[in-house]
């Protein structure tokens, strides 16, 4: 079993709608969660961060860990096609020092105009 | 700043050949780290370095070699290519704050084993 599982996809939503995307993991040890979104022939880029359980908003954005069923997702309101790219769910434990993430596989989303 | 330079962009070798991806990044950042990218496998950790002269393995680190004698160089070396090489290669460099998770990426070597 990988330590992060996360749904591949493809998903396709029409624009201006709610986004959920999702990761599980196993690991109890993990304290550090991320989001890193990538475009098609781009490397990926940090989009969101959280510590422990809770929620964090930014902007469209909002980063939710649910630490007692080992639950990461990611919410995007009023969706863009801008929007469109591979979302990667990564996960650190208390040592973290950036060097170790543990990466899901990435969810393919499409906003259709 | 260029950020994370990754060379070159695209290579075809055939089973056997070596050959040496380049990574170099201008930011001064301490942490560099090698991950290969696959369908359905995600980002998978090769090798990482926390400053130059120390490197060591990820989760996937057969068939390849790392050295950092500079900050702002990390090499990856294929010995003998294999089909199973075949991927998309992501470098990554970070400072060492702790805590905030930002890897800053190059934007990947795609690499074709015949």
């Known amino acids: 079993q990988k330590e992060v599982e996360q749904d591949p996809g493809p998903l396709s939503v029409p624009e201006g709608a709610i986004v959920s995307l999702n990761c599980t993991y196993s690991?109890?040890?993990?304290?550090?969660f991320m989001w890193y979104r990538q475009y098609s022939r781009k490397g990926p880029e940090l989009l969101m961060y959280?510590?422990?359980?809770g929620n964090k908003e930014d902007g469209r954005f909002t980063a939710q860990v649910d630490k007692s069923s080992k639950y990461i997702s990611l919410f995007i309101r009023d969706s863009q096609p801008s929007d469109s790219a591979t979302y990667l769910c990564?996960?650190?434990?208390?040592?973290?020092?950036?060097?170790?993430?543990?990466f899901g596989t990435g969810t393919r989303l499409t906003i259709i105009p | 700043n260029a950020g994370v330079t990754q060379t070159p962009k695209f290579q075809v070798l055939k089973t056997g050949q070596s050959m040496t991806l380049q990574c170099a990044q201008d930011?001064?950042?301490?942490?560099m780290s090698w991950y290969r990218q696959d369908p359905g496998m995600g980002l998978r950790l090769i090798h990482y370095s926390v400053g130059a002269g120390i490197t060591d393995q990820g989760e996937v680190p057969n068939g390849y070699n790392v050295s950092r004698s500079t900050t702002e160089d990390f090499p990856l070396r294929l010995l003998s290519a294999a089909p199973s090489q075949t991927s998309v290669y992501f470098c990554?460099?970070?400072?060492?704050?702790?805590?905030?998770?930002?890897?800053?990426f190059g934007e990947g070597s795609r690499l074709t084993v015949l």
């Open positions: 990564a996960t650190a434990g208390s040592n973290f020092g950036n060097e170790k993430l543990t």
């Open positions: 959280t510590y422990s359980s």
């Open positions: 690991n109890s040890a993990f304290q550090y």
């Open positions: 990554a460099s970070s400072a060492p704050t702790g805590g905030t998770g930002e890897l800053f």
């Open positions: 930011m001064n950042h301490e942490y």
